[in-house]
């Protein structure tokens, strides 16, 4: 057995860390233009969705180490059959979306920062070179440890505090009255789009089998992640509703950020918030591409995680091109509505079916049978909402999310007759080792 190394420091790190890795400057500008003067209210909804959601993964997590993270608690709970290797699949494509939402967000920050405004050639062209860029790191084996990601993380959030706190005091509290809302339905519209900033969190799960005392230190890494980022958000909303007006957020939506450190920081504000925003979604790149999405990948080839994380790094090197190749086609294909709204429903049908995957599985995992069942209803409705609402006012954005479960679907169908993979009965060797072991005394 390997020793465990990780602290709550780096399981913290990472929830942070993956949080804050490039969707609050993906998708901001879009979410205040939804919820309006609201908007810290969307990210409050969207944060207690998460929250619950973290208590699932850390009674599943502290029940079920593994490095197939939510695949392992899917296949513990529903079984290892079609149903799991297409919910696998479609986590894997959600993977490749927020890709191309990191890759589309540095392209729009890298656009205005070199030419003083977006322009769409150089910014699908920043979009898919910083793809390949990490796809090369990531083939010539490169990562990041877990104390790099400590310093990366505390560099992200120090930045995004001090734009807050400066930002707090010329704020425009008349943005955030009662009658520069929008209605509940795009506020808590804004909530569920928003919703990928928070869906990092997850990642903690792929180091459960690392982490030191791991009944202590998993649950408050979830919770204190969690908790931390639903802070900043809601800050953040505050500051960028309070510094700009809505038409100035309307037309700097893909760099909202560093458009609203202008009132108080000024030209060198903007510059700031955008080398932020380009170290966040590179970072968040690579993260990405080096670990769930190689997870996901390696699961749906073989069924299960090689043994040895040098096996599972040489038989990777495919399946990092195959994201990446995918991850350009998306964001340099779809707008950003579109490619959000996929993202968010992809994770949002994980996310309820691992609450619910608690849900049944309590007397293993111990888990209050209620908290786990709201996290799964809140899911399952916050899904419906979001399907609902882009049909009635934007039903275009809905045929790229019924593009991906449909494709999905069919892939598995047909992989899965024609070459025969089965999803493992433990997707991790080691659970599988562990559980053994315990049926055995």
């Known amino acids: 057995m390997r020793e465990k190394k990780i602290g709550f420091l780096e399981a913290f790190s990472i929830g942070v860390g993956g949080m804050i890795g490039g969707g609050i400057f993906a998708v901001l500008g879009l979410t205040i233009d939804l919820a309006k003067g609201a908007a810290p209210i969307s990210f409050f909804i969207a944060g207690v969705i998460a929250l619950l959601t973290a208590y699932s993964y850390a009674k ?45 967000a540095f392209g729009s920050y890298g656009s205005v920062l070199l030419a003083g405004q977006k322009i769409e050639w150089l910014h699908k062209l920043l979009a898919s070179a910083i793809i390949l860029v990490f796809m090369v790191v990531n083939l010539l084996g490169a990562f990041i440890t877990g104390k790099a990601e400590d310093i990366m993380v505390i560099a992200k959030v120090l930045i995004l505090v ?6 707090s005091f010329s704020v425009d509290l008349s943005h955030l009255s009662p009658q520069n809302w929008a209605p509940f339905s795009s506020v808590v519209t804004g909530g569920l789009i928003i919703f990928l900033a928070y869906e990092g969190f997850e990642l903690i799960a792929n180091t459960a089998r690392d982490v030191k005392e791991p009944q202590k230190t998993l649950p ?21 509703v309070g510094n700009l007006s809505f038409e100035e957020i309307k037309e700097a939506q893909d760099y909202v950020l560093a458009k609203a450190a202008e009132p108080f920081f000024g030209e060198v504000g903007f510059i700031v918030i955008s080398f932020a925003a380009l170290l966040s979604t590179a970072s968040a790149i690579n993260a990405t591409l080096y670990g769930s999405g190689r997870i ?89 909402v979001l399907i609902g609402y882009n049909l009635i006012y934007s039903p275009h954005s809905l045929i790229t999310s019924a593009i991906v479960v449909v494709a999905v679907v069919i892939f598995n169908l047909v992989y899965y007759h024609l070459k025969r993979v089965r999803l493992a009965r433990y997707i991790d060797k080691h659970l599988e080792e562990e559980e053994r072991r315990k049926e055995s005394r």
Request: aromatic share 16%.
């Open 296 to 384: 996901s990948y390696l699961i749906a080839k073989y069924g299960e995680l090689p043994k040895t994380f040098e096996e599972q790094i040489k038989n990777g090197y495919e399946g990092t091109i195959i994201i990446a190749l995918l991850a350009i086609i998306f964001a340099t294909s779809f707008n950003l509505d579109n490619i959000s709204v996929a993202g968010s429903m992809g994770f949002l049908i994980v996310f309820t079916l691992v609450n619910y995957a608690n849900f049944k599985l309590y007397k293993e995992t111990k888990a209050n049978r209620f908290i786990a069942a709201l996290g799964a209803i809140l899911g399952f409705i916050a899904t419906i």
């Open 220 to 240: 408050k890494a979830y919770y204190a992640s969690v908790i931390l980022v639903m802070v900043i958000y809601i800050w953040i909303a505050i500051v960028t």
């Open 162 to 167: 001090i734009f807050a706190a400066a930002g």
């Open 60 to 104: 599943l997590s502290v029940r079920y180490p593994s490095e197939g993270g939510s695949i392992e608690f899917i296949v513990q709970a529903y079984g290892n059959n079609l149903f799991s290797a297409i919910i696998n699949n479609l986590l894997l494509v959600s993977y490749v979306i927020m890709l191309a939402l990191y890759a589309y």
